[in-house]
């Protein structure tokens, strides 16, 4: 059985499709057979930033209506896995993805589910309970508030979260409304698996460079790959995220 990991925010844009592309790309390059799956019905991108864009022919909804998932599944680089989601809206059922996500469970080191922003969470119950909900946010009050409240709506039903901040600058977060990383935890409750910096190299990644291994973004993400996968790793000095 594999490890299920489905990435979430209250708001929009604050970087859950680059987060679940550096996770993916890390724990591949960890050595754990990877799948990442885009929830984004209708705008979907990890095929772009994954740099596969130009062979994908099925998707997500062709899987859920009968075809072999590996029919969707599209190969990114040694042990790591894409399947897109549908181009058009109200094409995934929840029943079907419950089925979807056990089969994957089983065929994956790990899954990772990169889902549309809100608090739409019709389909989360189609995970199975041990999933692990990440939810992304910025520096900033509103979209800490926000993580705040997913959390809360999930734990309501019985599912974890983690906070990961995405985003951070050490020279604006003096500026910012947080002091520092503790208050940014007290707002949210929720525990934090790892902060990942504003970064150039990662605006590249929505035209599928994915950057070097030994960059700062990526650092972080091996960094947070590493945590999730149970490893105690220290959080950097945050001059040095
Ligand atoms: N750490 C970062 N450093 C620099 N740019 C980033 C970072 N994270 C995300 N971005 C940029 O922010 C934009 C939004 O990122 P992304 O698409 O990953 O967000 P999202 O939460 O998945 O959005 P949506 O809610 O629309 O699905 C993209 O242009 C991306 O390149
Ligand atoms: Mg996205």
């Given at each position: 059985?594999?490890?299920?990991?489905?990435?979430?925010?209250?708001?929009?844009?604050?970087g859950?499709?680059t987060?679940?592309?550096?996770?993916?790309?890390?724990?591949?390059?960890?050595?754990?057979?990877?799948?990442?799956?885009d929830?984004d019905?209708?705008?979907?991108?990890?095929?772009?930033?994954?740099?596969?864009?130009?062979q994908?022919?099925?998707?997500?909804?062709?899987?859920?209506?009968?075809?072999?998932?590996?029919?969707?599944?599209?190969?990114?680089?040694?042990?790591?896995?894409l399947?897109?989601?549908?181009?058009?809206?109200?094409?995934?059922?929840?029943?079907?993805?419950a089925?979807?996500a056990?089969?994957v469970?089983?065929?994956?080191?790990?899954?990772?589910?990169?889902?549309?922003?809100?608090?739409?969470?019709?389909?989360?119950?189609?995970?199975?309970?041990?999933?692990?909900?990440?939810?992304?946010?910025f520096?900033?009050?509103?979209?800490?508030?926000d993580?705040?409240?997913?959390?809360?709506l999930?734990?309501?039903?019985?599912?974890?979260?983690?906070?990961?901040?995405?985003?951070?600058?050490?020279?604006?977060s003096?500026?910012r409304?947080?002091?520092?990383i503790?208050?940014?935890?007290?707002?949210?409750?929720?525990q934090?698996?790892?902060?990942?910096?504003?970064?150039?190299?990662?605006k590249?990644?929505?035209s599928?460079k994915?950057p070097?291994?030994?960059s700062?973004?990526?650092?972080?993400?091996?960094?947070i790959?590493?945590?999730?996968?149970?490893?105690n790793?220290?959080?950097p000095?945050?001059?040095?995220?």
């Amino acid at each position: 059985m594999g490890k299920i990991f489905a990435v979430t925010s209250g708001k929009g844009g604050v970087g859950k499709s680059t987060v679940s592309a550096g996770l993916a790309v890390s724990f591949s390059t960890l050595g754990y057979k990877t799948l990442v799956v885009d929830m984004d019905e209708g705008l979907r991108c990890l095929d772009l930033m994954l740099g596969v864009d130009k062979q994908v022919v099925l998707d997500l909804s062709d899987i859920l209506n009968g075809r072999e998932i590996n029919d969707a599944v599209y190969e990114v680089k040694q042990n790591l896995f894409l399947i897109p989601a549908p181009q058009k809206i109200g094409l995934i059922d929840a029943f079907s993805l419950a089925n979807f996500a056990n089969d994957v469970n089983n065929l994956y080191d790990i899954v990772i589910f990169d889902f549309p922003a809100g608090i739409d969470f019709s389909l989360y119950g189609s995970l199975p309970k041990d999933s692990l909900f990440l939810t992304v946010a910025f520096p900033d009050a509103v979209t800490v508030r926000d993580a705040a409240v997913v959390s809360g709506l999930l734990g309501e039903m019985g599912l974890s979260s983690r906070l990961i901040i995405n985003r951070f600058e050490y020279k604006l977060s003096k500026k910012r409304s947080f002091k520092g990383i503790d208050d940014i935890i007290d707002e949210a409750y929720l525990q934090l698996v790892g902060i990942v910096p504003n970064s150039d190299e990662l605006k590249n990644l929505s035209s599928g460079k994915i950057p070097k291994q030994k960059s700062k973004p990526m650092k972080a993400f091996i960094r947070i790959a590493k945590r999730l996968l149970g490893e105690n790793i220290l959080l950097p000095k945050v001059k040095k995220i």
